[in-house]
């Protein structure tokens, strides 16, 4: 039976790429802090007899990640999945320093924490999934703090990647373009929903990516509108 944790699972890409790891071979922990929602992923998962385990804590908080590193037990997990995220839009100079905070809490000290703590646990030819962004290579306007935080991931796993290599461990990057979720609910603006990706396309690269043989590391998959940008 595969083990995986999927962060940000309530909803979104979280919540699609739940939807396609779901089956009777598969544990999956589930976390996300809307426990409504975090409860309907669950019921997906099940309805493909999958087994479905919800987490529910703030990744704001180190000491929360830190408990819920607790809760997962001491079974090493297949697969770490860090997808919950926070976006923002607005000028650098408009920027408060708790937005700024909570971005780099959410985006890259959760997933840190996460990897450092779960990681000695994994096994070779397990992986860890790191969702990042078309954000962690280029920069856009009104984009600066959410940029900084994927950039600050893609850092983190490049280095993290190569001291896992030895143990034999994956470190699977995925960047999606914009992509059709409610994180863009709370972004200012007018942005073309119709031009985005759907959730399911990240969660079919994910599962593609888990999907090759141990040996097999494909460790970079972009994904993007063929239209180009918004
Ligand atoms: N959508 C895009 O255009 C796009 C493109 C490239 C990359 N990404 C990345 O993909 C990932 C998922 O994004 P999405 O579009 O699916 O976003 P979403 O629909 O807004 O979902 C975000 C998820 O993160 C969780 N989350 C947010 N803040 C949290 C916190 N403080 N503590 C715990 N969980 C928290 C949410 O949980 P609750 O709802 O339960 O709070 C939710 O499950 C993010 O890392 C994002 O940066 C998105």
Redesign the pocket.
């Known amino acids: 039976m595969k083990r995986y944790l999927i962060?940000?699972?309530?909803?979104?890409?979280?919540?699609?790429i739940a939807e396609k790891l779901a089956s009777p071979e598969c544990t999956l922990l589930l976390?996300?802090?809307?426990r409504e929602?975090?409860a309907k992923t669950c019921r997906l998962v099940e309805s493909k007899s999958g087994k479905a385990i919800p987490l529910?804590?703030?990744?704001?908080r180190p000491i929360?990640v830190d408990k819920m590193s607790e809760a997962i037990g001491p079974e090493p997990l297949d697969a770490l999945i860090?997808?919950?995220?926070?976006?923002m839009v607005k000028p650098f100079g408009e920027i408060t320093l708790v937005e700024w905070d909570?971005l780099f809490?959410?985006?890259v000290t959760?997933p840190f924490l996460l990897t450092q703590r779960l990681a000695p646990k994994m096994q070779t030819g397990s992986s860890i999934v790191n969702?990042?962004?078309?954000?962690a290579k280029n920069g856009f306007p009104g984009w600066s703090g959410?940029c900084m935080?994927?950039f600050a991931l893609e850092g983190f796993s490049q280095c993290v990647r190569e001291e896992l290599r030895p143990r034999g461990i994956r470190v699977l990057n995925?960047?999606?373009?914009?992509?059709?979720?409610?994180?863009?609910?709370?972004v200012q603006g007018e942005w073309p929903r119709e031009k985005?990706?759907l959730?399911e396309e990240?969660g079919d690269a994910v599962a593609y990516a888990l999907s090759r043989p141990a040996g097999v590391a494909v460790e970079n998959i972009d994904l993007l509108n063929l239209t180009g940008r918004l």
């Open positions: 962060t940000g699972a309530s909803r979104g890409i979280g919540r699609a976390h996300g802090r809307n929602a975090l529910l804590y703030d990744l704001r929360r860090n997808n919950a995220g926070v976006a909570t809490a959410v985006n959760a969702i990042l962004s078309i954000a959410y935080t994927k995925i960047y999606p373009a914009a992509t059709n979720t409610e994180i863009w609910d709370a985005m990706l959730p990240i």
